[in-house]
């Protein structure tokens, strides 16, 4: 059984439907975050230093889907990035010590000097969004207690209604 299913409640007979269907949302959207930190290190690790500085900083996180099936697939350019990193983090400790600073100076000339043909290509991701057919009843209630709660402007707590 994988580290999700366990640190989830199982996939015994025990697990519910609903348990089901939402342990299936939850590697849907791991799976979502994994493909995304993939494509960010394979084609903008530049412009996002601060990802990868919260990557390396969380890597142990990571591990946790190592056994998983489907998971697990998207794992190889992390570990390539995060294991080269590490490399070279020690390799600068060892030199001169590291700090915060320093750590991001490593992840900055990383990104400059990365070999493109080191990591699995990955597809660019695309996403559509697809309006609900009743959207109004989450965004307008939600956007006039944005405009509520957001401007200068006094209201009269008493005289609003939404319908």
Partial sequence: SSGINAEYGGSGPE???????????????????????????CYSSRNNGALIYEMLHKRDLFSRFRTHPTLSEHLPNIDTVLGCLSDRLEQRAEQEGVSVTGVQEVIEELARQWPSDRLQVTPVLKFEYIEEAESNEFFVPYIWTLIFSQSTLYWDTSRITLR
Avoid: G
């Avoid at 849907?28 to 975050?33: G, Q």
């Fill in 15 to 41: 697990t519910t439907e609903v348990q089901a269907a939402e342990l299936s949302t939850l590697q849907d959207v791991i799976r979502t975050f994994l493909e995304v930190f993939n494509c960010t290190l």
